[in-house]
């Protein structure tokens, strides 16, 4: 069965739309939970839970499509921008727009990105592995569905590319590749792509700023330590850690600000899967009875 | 997916002719309720070749004895009677098919 957008029913577009539009304009629109007493999120605005199959089959996108779109949303930095991506998603999906590749089409975008590209190189069973589980997308969109055992073939290989890997940033790249081995329809096929890309971004950011695994867990004691003898108990948070480093350590201080400052770059490979997804959604086509 | 106990285990799991994947769990533990969406993806994807069963460790406090269970999530595969392998912590889906796929294309 394909997933037909709205299930070409403009009356259902406009209703999810009017949904969305009503808890931002309340600022009733949230990040996090997906509904709670009133305020929503992406997936709660239009259906008052988190049941994302409900969400698939209420307006009749993929399912694997609907498991990744919380995380797109809570990439963005902000609440505005969140809705205004929120609202976009729902704008520029056509009623009656033909859906069911949507989902093999971002993996594609994402396996092709430069930034896994380089590093896949990098190892030859994993990029072996890339080109042959991008040949099984495109052989999926061209309506010529691989069968469940070229899948686990290429899946394999690919696990036991990763797991050969010496470099960190291939091996990870190499869980990238492993994870888009698996059919479009596979529930949380484009959600796992999407984490595997999410973690191989944070490992680059941080590896730009040479920041250790030993400096992490360094922080981590002496908040794990504050938390035992109350120190600085009157600073919260985010304060409280930078006041801790400040006084004990403050080179290591110095370097957190600056793993800070890379935190701040994260979820761009989240928000261009997202952008890529809305033009996807423009390109989508309509089948003629719908139109 | 089935669920069993220290009074059927011997009959759910251990004597199974197929092969099973045993997944301890509790329901304090978020990192299986993680966990829990993608085994029974797997359970429906292998409904021919392996049962999936739960055991709640804190209802079957000698069954995590017996199998030396540590932490949670563990996802243990037993066939013939005889473990075939263990893993601990989350798991990614296509790592937990990987592992599947290892313990129980041997048998």
Redesign the interface.
């Known amino acids: 069965m394909p997933d037909i957008a709205f299930h070409a029913d403009p009356a259902i577009k406009v209703d999810a739309q009017a949904r969305l539009r009503g808890h931002i304009d309340a600022k009733r629109f949230i990040f996090y939970p997906a509904w709670e007493d009133g305020a929503a999120n992406v997936i709660g605005a239009i259906i008052q839970s988190g049941d994302q199959q409900a969400y698939a089959d209420h307006l009749g996108y993929p399912i694997a499509l609907v498991t990744a779109l919380d995380s797109i949303v809570n990439a963005y930095s902000t609440t505005p921008l969140a809705a205004e991506y929120a609202q976009s998603w729902l704008d520029r999906t056509p009623v009656g727009a033909d859906l069911s590749d949507i989902v093999s089409q971002a993996i594609i975008f994402l396996l092709e990105r430069p930034e896994l590209v380089a590093h896949a190189r990098g190892h030859a069973g994993i990029e072996t592995a890339r080109q042959a589980i991008l040949a099984l997308h495109r052989r999926a969109l061209q309506g010529d569905a691989p069968e469940?055992k070229a899948w686990?073939v290429v899946?394999?290989a690919?696990?036991t590319a990763s797991d050969q890997a010496k470099d960190p940033l291939v091996r990870c790249a190499g869980?990238v590749v492993?994870?888009a081995?698996?059919p479009g329809t596979?529930?949380?096929?484009l959600h796992?792509v999407l984490g595997?890309s999410g973690r191989l971004e944070l490992k680059q950011l941080m590896q730009e700023i040479g920041w250790t695994d030993e400096e992490e867990s360094q922080v981590f004691h002496i908040r794990e330590q504050a938390e035992i003898d109350g120190r600085m108990a009157e600073l919260s948070g985010l304060d409280r850690v930078l006041g801790l480093l400040d006084a004990d350590n403050p080179q290591l201080a110095g370097r957190f600000r600056q793993r800070l400052d890379q935190f701040e770059k994260l979820g761009h490979v989240y928000r261009s899967a997202g952008a890529e997804i809305l033009d996807l959604f423009s390109r989508a086509p309509v089948p003629v009875a719908s139109r | 997916m089935k669920n069993a106990n220290e009074h059927d285990f011997e009959e759910v799991v251990m004597k199974n002719e197929k092969p099973v994947l045993v997944d301890f769990w509790a329901p304090w533990c978020a990192p299986c309720k993680a966990l829990a969406p993608t085994l029974e993806e797997l359970a429906r994807e292998y409904a021919d070749e392996i049962d999936v069963v739960k055991v709640d460790i804190d209802e079957n406090p000698a069954l995590a004895s017996r199998f030396g269970v540590r932490g949670i999530p563990m996802l243990m595969i037993v066939h013939n009677g005889e473990e075939k392998g263990r893993t601990a912590g989350t798991i990614s889906r296509s790592r937990l098919d990987a592992f599947v796929d290892a313990h129980v294309d041997d048998n």
């Open positions: 469940r686990k899946r394999l690919a696990v869980t492993e994870a081995a698996w596979m529930r949380t096929v796992d595997a």
